[in-house]
T-cell receptor, first 111, second 113 residues
Framework: NAGVTQTPKFRILKIGQSMTLQCAQDMNHNYMYWYRQDPGMGLKLIYYSVGAGITDKGEVPNGYNVSRSTTEDFPLRLELAAPSQTSVYFC??????????FGPGTRLTVT | ELKVEQNPLFLSMQEGKNYTIYCNYSTTSDRLYWYRQDPGKSLESLFVLLSNGAVKQEGRLMASLDTKARLSTLHITAAVHDLSATYFCAVDEVPQGAQKLVFGQGTRLTINP
């Protein structure tokens, strides 16, 4: 049981490039989430999903897109990367209202 | 808009001492969570508090929730070095369904021998 997995672990992007952060969970959770964590701060919700085919915006969705075609996978797409998107990105899943399980994170730098 | 405030933000304490971290939030919610994060690592769930008056304990940590006061506390008893980490509280904006968590800024706890 791997829990929540994320790839890549690290990535450096140039301004204007695009990329997809991958997230997968094997706990059969309906709910999945994407967060970003800036240095010294708490997490902020970017997007979340209540099941395959259903996604919704969180607190800071601008500059990102998501899709959820299966229960297991919830990729996050960054279009036209900007320096303000430099952050650590965490994916999580849950069987609400219980605890969320977090992936190991992706450290992204945009230069 | 829900706001979550933790205090203190930084706490340095000696082994063996007791201390409390406070988590205040601005709008009604009865779903509150505590997480631990070690440097450079992901978040690990500590406690799930889902009703007024809920109290949970695990080892030297105890968490409680007072929804009327919009306050949760994380109490550390006889601190040991292994508890050094950053602790986050998170409050759910919605009463059911998928969680829309708002996190506090975190309390960076350092426990010295």
């Amino acid at each position: 049981n791997a829990g929540v997995t994320q790839t890549p672990k690290f990535r450096i992007l140039k301004i204007g490039q695009s990329m997809t952060l991958q997230c997968a969970q094997d706990m059969n959770h309906n709910y999945m989430y994407w967060y970003r964590q800036d240095p010294g701060m708490g997490l902020k919700l970017i997007y979340y999903s209540v099941g395959a085919g259903i996604t919704d915006k969180g607190e800071v969705p601008n500059g990102y897109n998501v899709s959820r075609s299966t229960t297991e996978d919830f990729p996050l797409r960054l279009e036209l990367a900007a320096p303000s998107q430099t952050s650590v990105y965490f994916c999580a899943s849950s069987a609400a209202p219980f605890e969320q399980y977090f992936g190991p994170g992706t450290r992204l730098t945009v230069t | 808009e829900l706001k979550v405030e933790q205090n203190p933000l930084f706490l340095s304490m000696q082994e063996g001492k007791n201390y409390t971290i406070y988590c205040n939030y601005s709008t009604t919610s009865d779903r509150l969570y505590w997480y631990r994060q070690d440097p450079g690592k992901s978040l690990e769930s500590l406690f799930v508090l889902l009703s007024n008056g809920a109290v949970k304990q695990e080892g030297r940590l105890m968490a409680s929730l007072d929804t009327k006061a919009r306050l949760s506390t994380l109490h550390i008893t006889a601190a040991v070095h292994d508890l050094s980490a950053t602790y986050f509280c998170a409050v759910d904006e919605v009463p059911q369904g998928a969680q829309k968590l708002v996190f506090g800024q975190g309390t960076r706890l350092t426990i010295n021998p």
